[in-house]
């Protein structure tokens, strides 16, 4: 019986090369999506295409009110496409970025921030927690300037923090139950990340690309991969961590 994983934001960037490495991989995928329809209904068929089923639905994930909603929907689209009440890997990959400083930064640009990356993956996850497989997994979206800092990122990177801190707590929640919670935290990405600013802007690539060991920015095929192989039952005693896929940034 093939493995169902429910990617957050899962229409593209990250999200979307996520879900295609998991069909890639035999596994069937529901994709979340904000906006962005066409580009769900696109990865849906690619994964059909590979042989796989998937579905997708609109989410908006800082809308902590449509969490339960979305569960019913969810609950039923199991039971008719999969003839199952659970589904089995959780990635909590929907996100945003916002660049100011401290000084500068709105109650608005915080508390969406808040809502998107850490509130909404808080609640989300607790919503869907009677739908996940007992022996399933949760994978949670961080960054590596959890790690390192840089001026401009310092809301966005607590909150990402501070999901570094939620998944332990989930491991050791969760535990009992066999589901493994870790935390993936890219590098520099070129993504739609900050409006692509990473992947479009010539001189900004460069400055990130000079502090990689491996000379160059990341890109989404050196994250879903990596996403999906830690979901295989080869990496069912990886648990609690914080890893980063950077390619040895400011190391």
Sequence with gaps: MSKIALITGGSRGLGRNTAINIARQGGDAVITYRSREEEARAVVAEIEALGCKARAFQLDTGDVGAFAG????????????????????????????????????????????????????FFLTQALLPLIADGGRIVNLSSGLTRVSAPGFGAYSAVKGAIEVLSVYMAKELGGRGITVNTVAPGAIETDFLGGAVRDTPDLNKQFADMIALDRVGVPDDIGPMIASLLGEENRWINAQRIEVSGGQNI
Excluded: C, M, P
């Excluded at 909590?92 to 915080?110: M, R």
């Design 70 to 121: 979305f569960a019913e929907r969810l609950r039923k689209a199991l039971r008719e496409t999969w003839r199952r009440d659970t589904f089995d890997h959780l990635v909590n990959n929907a996100g945003h970025g916002d660049y100011a400083l401290i000084a500068d930064t709105t109650v608005e640009q915080f508390d969406s921030l808040v809502n998107v990356h850490f509130k909404g993956v």
